[in-house]
């Protein structure tokens, strides 16, 4: 009896294990700590070396947090020319989640005057594969919110199944 129960324990650790890995979707934080800002003359580059060393899967998030500035998804081509005036997204409240729906390049710009040239903007690419990937490797500033949850569960239900073994 004991051990029907804790098999049976196992086999819904795994699945619902295993369903949770399917769908777990990330949060990164554009910026890190420091947010959406102006990048300083000597690291223009800092988004996008940020985004290029991140692995952005369709269903993630990226989180801009800034203060008087904005946040815009634009074209390639405006992206290019730090063209702010018909943007496909925008935001100004200071504290933006936008979510990666699709696979493909999504292309960021700050709207407020000037910033973009001075490096504020951002390109993510959506991976297409959705197969199991190596979130955990890539480098820079997210909430790895899922696995730990993931973590959380399969521990619990360790524990349920010890306890179900020790009182049946
Ligand atoms: C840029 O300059 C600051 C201060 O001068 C320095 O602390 C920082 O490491 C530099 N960053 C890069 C990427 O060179
Ligand atoms: C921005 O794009 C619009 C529409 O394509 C164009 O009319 C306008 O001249 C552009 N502005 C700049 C500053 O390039």
Request: net charge negative; hydrophobic share 40%; aromatic share 14%.
């Amino acid at each position: 009896m004991a051990s029907f129960i804790s098999q049976v324990v196992l086999l819904l650790t795994i699945f619902f294990g295993l369903q949770s890995f399917s769908v777990a979707s990330f949060n990164f934080q554009v910026g890190g700590t420091k947010g959406w800002i102006v990048p300083p003359p000597n690291d223009t580059d800092t988004y996008n070396d940020w985004a290029s060393n991140n692995r952005f899967r369709v269903g993630d998030s990226i989180h801009f947090r800034y203060k008087k500035d904005s946040v815009m998804e634009v074209s390639g081509g405006d992206y290019k020319d730090c063209n702010a005036t018909h943007p496909t997204f925008f935001s100004n409240n200071g504290n933006t989640l936008f979510r990666l729906d699709h696979s493909g390049t999504f292309y960021f710009i700050s709207g407020a005057s000037g910033h973009c040239e001075k490096g504020q903007k951002m390109i993510v690419r959506v991976m297409v594969d959705e197969s199991l990937h190596d979130h955990a490797k890539s480098s820079g500033y997210h909430d790895a919110i899922s696995p730990i949850g993931v973590f959380e569960m399969v521990l619990l239900l360790f524990v349920l199944e010890c306890v179900a073994s020790y009182v049946i």
